[in-house]
């Protein structure tokens, strides 16, 4: 991994991550590598809602293609409902291990965080 220096995070409000990615690599290649390297399952299908899941889920995305305009298909790799330091530092490590296979986003696809607000 990188030189990353991490400052004190005491914070357990539950987010989730969405990777969105371009289609020059198939879901199930995506799967394998979630398989080798994390400890949760890996669901793998074409896109709908999820939430409050115990696993990774990639899909299809109809905004993740190189026009990303709707009309050109990629994947969004949304990760499990996650909480704390160590479900970031593994999340941050996943994401880690997708970039040295290759997997990253385009211009018009992005990376971002889904976090629990309700008691905001």
Not at 18 to 46: N, Q
Request: aromatic residues 12%; proline residues 3%.
């Amino acid at each position: 991994m990188r030189n990353i220096c991490y400052r004190e995070f005491n914070s357990n409000r539950p987010f989730g991550v969405e990777l969105e990615v371009s289609p020059d690599i198939y879901p199930k290649a995506i799967g394998d590598i979630l398989e080798t390297y994390s400890h949760r399952p890996v669901k793998i299908s074409t896109w709908k809602q999820t939430l409050n899941n115990r696993y990774w889920h990639v899909k299809t995305d109809s905004t993740c293609g190189y026009l990303g305009n709707g009309l050109d298909f990629g994947y969004e790799i949304a990760s499990y409902k996650a909480s704390g330091y160590v479900d970031i530092c593994h999340i941050a490590g996943i994401a880690e291990r997708l970039s040295e296979h290759g997997i990253s986003v385009n211009d018009n696809c992005g990376f971002h965080i889904h976090m629990d607000l309700s008691d905001f």
